[in-house]
């Protein structure tokens, strides 16, 4: 078989006397409304998108440069261009959707360097109906098989003027920030993607990456000249990625609506992703409880003492209260050593597979395993990645031994320690280390729920096992720090990145220590809201029974899992409402969320089986609830509807609804 190279270099001998590609067409999608155009001007190569007749991305610059050797991306030449079109629907494992239409239509340019470096690259194109993806393809070089990049110089052109949202990247608390709506032009400071963005055309766009591996992340800042220019996450030394050629960048991707709930139906990520190599039958999303909320509130602590949470006795009384309550699992945080004293602190030294004195661990999964109930293992490293790796295959094994399928990682702090150096998160560096502990859990038939993750790529199509991350401000940002237009900000921005773990389900709302902007009603919703293949019912199990069971029920009936989903309306900032129906089932679930101003919405129900009536089980504000004054006052109504009724619903200041439509026989 010939090198990759030498394939390249046979077909620019093949073609190096006529014009081979047409740069004065547009590439269209197929249904021909995005319409892609590449610009090759004095060799330098840029490209734009237009939805229609109106401009999405002006003219933007691509290529790359590398050390030790001029700009990639200037004195370039088409030597070839080809094209395919590609209709499929594929089955996800689990998910927002069951079956996944993937339909685009592809253009590979390929290039070559007129100077006399003579380097090759492919940019491969694919156009959707809802957007557009690229990336790099990088052979090995007749002169060369390792680059170094010192910076990617991809740019995303829009109108200055519009608005987006966004949070600031580099930071400590990594993605963990209220979003911001500014001006694009205010885009002076680095920001993460997904970058939601309001043209001044009345079209949507949101700008990401899919498919993120061994490279540093993709953010976004203005260059010098005022372009929206993509910007790597650098390792410690400056260098934004290593790479042994042939190598493939992420896709490069820019989603494309008519309006904000347009953009929470687009699956371009996933698409862009491979579908896995493996059997992943084994995979189950699950919803559990967790020893957890208690140590927030003060009431136990993470670390050993009188009041240490994850003990046996704890953990025992929290399985009995998963049975009672139909609950599948149970977290433990805080049952290995590390905790006491500056926890930040201890990740060095942390050891991953040997509990507490006051924590059975082997005991405990045993007793779980008799009554049904699976345990959901917790490593917090605090970004010690060193200490970590090293104890990696073990600890692994150590859960996988007690038959424990489920772990919570976490990496709380402000950088990672990776190869005795200070990294990003988001660094190369740091992205291997995710993806190694990844492909590690699927190995040993672990699911993973990652805190302090790597944004979300779409990944969880090749490996399902990646259930859930965090990603953005939870709930554990209540008592002060959230307010009701977070959780409408979150399904246009973060969650077009894929499940989040948000820890839903609070009903000691009115806490002192965690006092939460929201009502009960709306803790409902976000089961529907924030869809997450591991979804916590995160109160402690006491509350679910003694506040309000009959709320609790619409807990009990939600599933994790669905067959499809319809975004019904939304606004970001102001209100969001969506359907879903369960997978493996018949019954449909509604959530609706606002923001600090009541909101009343009609629900349309058009989505139901034309030959069937439901009845609805309508979980909503009362109308004298204020997530301020009456958190907790809830109306639960039911009712006979069809396909052709609506639901009107109140929705209260920080409050929201959740209904379950079930099918009649």
């Known amino acids: 078989m010939a090198k990759p190279f030498q394939g390249f270099l046979n077909m620019l001998r093949g073609n190096n006397h006529s014009p081979v590609v047409d740069l004065e067409k547009a590439y269209l999608s197929p249904d021909e409304h995005v319409r892609l155009k590449i610009n090759l001007r004095q060799g330098h190569i840029s490209y734009s998108v237009m939805y229609d007749d109106a401009v999405i991305l002006r003219d933007s610059k691509l290529g790359f440069k590398i050390r030790g050797y001029p700009e990639l991306g200037s004195y370039l030449a088409v030597v070839r261009a080809t094209e395919k079109y590609v209709g499929e629907t594929w089955e996800t494992v689990w998910g927002e959707e069951h079956f996944i239409s993937n339909n685009y239509n592809e253009l590979a340019l390929y290039l070559t360097e007129t100077s006399k470096t003579k380097r090759l690259f492919t940019l491969r194109f694919r156009i959707f109906n809802d957007g557009v993806a690229f990336r790099y393809e990088i052979p090995p070089q007749p002169a060369f098989s390792r680059i170094e990049v010192e910076d990617e110089l991809t740019e995303f052109n829009v109108d200055l003027n519009s608005e987006a949202w966004k949070i600031p990247a580099y930071q400590p608390d990594r993605y963990e920030y209220n979003y911001e709506k500014v001006p694009v032009y205010e885009l002076e400071k680095s920001v993460h993607t997904p970058l939601t963005i309001a043209l001044k055309n009345k079209y949507y766009i949101s700008i990401h990456e899919a498919a993120l591996y061994n490279y540093g992340e993709m953010t976004l800042k203005l260059d010098e000249w005022k372009a929206l220019k993509s910007d790597i996450t650098p390792l410690s030394d400056g260098i934004k990625a290593r790479i042994e050629l042939p190598f493939d960048t992420p896709w490069r991707m820019v989603m494309i609506a008519k309006s904000p709930i347009g953009l929470t139906k687009n699956h371009i990520m996933l698409n862009l992703n491979d579908p896995p190599t493996s059997d992943f039958s084994w995979v189950k999303p699950i919803k559990f409880l967790g020893i957890w909320w208690a140590m927030y509130v003060g009431e136990w602590t993470w670390a050993s003492g009188p009041r240490h949470g994850a003990t046996t006795q704890h953990a025992i009384e929290y399985i009995d209260a998963c049975r009672r309550l139909n609950i599948g699992g149970l977290l433990l945080e805080g049952w290995n050593g590390g905790w006491d004293g500056d926890w930040l602190l201890n990740g060095k030294t942390t050891d991953f597979s040997r509990p507490m004195p006051d924590c059975d661990m082997p005991g405990i999964a045993e007793y779980a395993r008799a009554n049904g109930v699976e345990i959901i293992g917790h490593h917090e490293t605090v970004g010690f990645v060193d200490n970590y790796e090293s104890q990696l295959e073990t600890s692994y094994k150590y859960y996988s031994d007690l038959g424990i399928h489920y772990i919570k990682p976490g990496y709380a702090g402000s950088m990672m320690t990776i190869q005795g150096n200070r990294e990003y998160h988001h660094s190369q560096l740091g992205v291997l280390h995710y993806q190694k502990s990844l492909e590690l859990a699927a190995k040993y038939h672990i699911c993973l729920d990652v805190h302090e993750p790597i944004k979300g790529t779409g990944i969880e199509r090749t490996f399902p096992n990646l259930l859930t991350r965090e990603g953005a401000r939870g709930q554990e940002y209540e008592g002060g720090a959230l307010n009701p237009s977070h959780a409408c900000i979150l399904p246009f921005t973060r969650l077009l990145s894929g499940a989040m773990d948000y820890t839903p389900g609070i009903f000691d709302i009115t806490n002192g220590t965690k006092r939460l902007s929201s009502t009960l009603a709306r803790q409902l919703a976000y089961f529907v809201t924030i869809p997450s293949g591991m979804q916590m019912a995160a109160d402690r199990p006491r509350f679910y029974e003694e506040v309000n069971p009959a709320a609790f029920k619409f807990i009990q009936d939600v599933p994790v899992n669905w067959e499809t989903s319809v975004p019904i309306m939304g606004a970001i900032g102001e209100y969001y409402v969506v359907a879903r129906k369960e997978r493996n089932g018949n019954d449909w679930f509604v959530g609706g969320v606002t923001n600090e101003n009541a909101h009343k919405v009609r629900v349309s129900l058009d989505y ?16 004298i609830a204020h997530f301020r004054d009456n958190p907790l006052d809830i ?24 209904i379950r439509l079930h099918k009649n026989a």
């Open 608 to 623: 139901l089986d034309p030959n069937a009536t439901y009845t609805a089980e309508i979980y909503r504000d009362s109308e």
């Open 635 to 658: 109306s639960i109504e039911t009712t006979d509807v069809t396909k052709d009724n609506f639901i009107d619903v109140w929705m209260a200041p920080g409050g929201g609804f959740a």
